[in-house]
C-alpha cells in the first residue's frame, strides 16, 4: 500500500473494509518474525488528543495477546516523553513493525474519516510541533478542522467523534488481525502492555 487510504466513520462497512486493508498492510509490509507493536499517541488533558490513548486503552484491553501496546489512557505517550518511549520499544523488541495510531486535523468533510497508510507519521505537526516521525505504518482519525487556532481546536473537540472513531478503528484493527491470523502467517506472542 502506497497510498493513504481515508474511511467514513458514519459508513457501516468502514470497519470491515479497513479491517480487510489492514490485514493487507500487515501481509505485505510486516516481516513475519517481527513482533507487532502499537504506538498509540496523544493526552487526555485534551478532547481531540485523547484518540490515541483511548485506542491504546481499547487495545490493552483485548483478549488478544499476539501484539503489544504503547500509550494508554493510564500511561499516554506525548510529546514529553515520545521520544523515550520510541527507544525503549526498540530496545525491548528485536525489529518491530510499529504502527502509530494519533488524531490529526484535517478539512471539514474529512472530520469523522479515520485512515490508513504505510510509512511513518508526524505527531504534533497539525499544531505546529517539531517531533520525531514513527511508524512502520500509520493510523488517524481526523477529529476536527485544520486552521488559525488548532490547539484550541483540539481543546473544544466533540467527545462523540472521538470515541466514534476510537470504536470504528478499535474493531476495524481486531477484525483485520482476525483476518490476518486466519491466513495462517507467523505471529510472535506478546502478552505485556506498556504505557
Request: proline letters at 4%; one cysteine or more; glycine letters at 10%.
Amino acid at each position: 500500500m502506497n497510498r493513504t487510504l481515508y474511511f467514513n466513520s458514519e459508513e457501516t462497512s468502514s470497519c470491515i473494509q479497513f479491517g480487510q486493508a489492514f490485514s493487507e498492510l500487515l501481509k505485505n509490509g510486516r516481516p513475519p518474525s517481527s513482533p507487532l507493536v502499537f504506538l498509540c499517541i496523544g493526552s487526555d488533558r485534551a478532547t481531540g488528543d485523547a484518540l490515541g490513548p483511548l485506542i491504546g486503552y481499547k487495545l490493552s484491553t483485548s483478549s488478544r495477546q499476539d501484539f503489544t501496546v504503547y500509550g494508554t489512557l493510564a500511561s499516554p505517550v506525548h510529546a514529553k516523553n515520545l521520544h523515550k518511549i520510541v527507544e525503549e520499544i526498540y530496545a525491548t523488541h528485536q525489529n518491530p513493525y510499529l504502527v502509530a495510531v494519533d488524531a490529526s486535523l484535517g478539512t471539514k468533510a474529512h472530520i469523522g474519516y479515520f485512515t490508513l497508510g504505510s510509512g511513518s507519521l508526524k505527531p504534533g505537526s497539525g499544531v505546529g510541533k517539531e517531533l520525531l516521525s514513527v511508524g512502520d505504518a500509520h493510523i488517524t482519525g481526523i477529529v476536527n478542522m485544520a486552521g488559525l487556532f488548532d490547539r484550541t481546536l483540539l481543546q473544544t473537540t466533540r467527545l462523540n467523534t472521538v470515541m466514534s472513531l476510537a470504536d470504528r478503528i478499535f474493531l476495524g484493527i481486531r477484525y483485520g488481525l482476525h483476518l490476518f491470523q486466519k491466513q495462517n502467517i507467523p505471529c510472535l506472542i506478546s502478552s505485556s502492555v506498556l504505557y
